[in-house]
């Protein structure tokens, strides 16, 4: 997506900044092991700033440089390295030091059980999320009390987003907490993740005081 964007902004220049086809490829490598920890909406605000200031393409180093100057002062991590820090610390948050707040309310909003005990594959995505929509508070500077709102796993689900909606409805709860209960939904039919969560939301219909059922689907 970098080279790709990279080549139609600066057109010859960008090819003249390489001899060849295999240049290329470990240039592109280089940058991808570079920028790893790094979200796509932090990359496309870097790309949009090289567009308006730079007239040639930047070398990785510039590249991170304008990276980490959009996050301004406020000194927020990539997005891995924040997801590590909170895997580390998920056993006792609230007696870790840590290098940003943003991380301890990401990890928070993903869950300090989930951090620890499933695998990177299944949870880092959502504390991408979380991460994500907690950086754009800081930088905004707003409050950091609130909840992150819950994303969806597929977020082109449009069924299942249609049925959480007309749930809520039909058993008078508000949306955001009818999203958090049917979250179980978003995972594998018959999957102990999907049990767990399920587990998770009656609990959670316990301590509210619901007097409802959980519905088993939705198709």
Partial sequence: MIFARFMAIYGHKFKSCFESENEIRLAKREWALSLSGYSEAEL????????ETLAWMPTVSEF????NDLNGDYGLPAVRTAYIEACMNADKPSAHHWSHRAIYHAGRATGWF??????????LPDFRYNYE?????????????????????NKSDDTL???IRQWSESQSVDEVTATKLLYFMTKP??????AKFKALAQKQL??????????DDYQ
């Fill in 44 to 51: 496309v605000a870097a790309i949009n700033r090289c567009k």
């Fill in 133 to 153: 929509v907690i950086c754009r508070r800081v930088r905004a500077g707003e409050e950091l009390d609130e909840p992150v709102p819950v994303a969806l796993e």
């Fill in 114 to 123: 989930r951090l620890r005990s499933e695998e990177e594959r299944q949870v």
């Fill in 206 to 215: 316990l301590e509210l005081k619901l007097p409802i059922s959980l519905p």
């Fill in 64 to 67: 991170i440089a304008i990276l």
């Fill in 189 to 194: 039919k018959g999957s102990r993740t999907r």
């Fill in 161 to 163: 987003a249609a049925f």
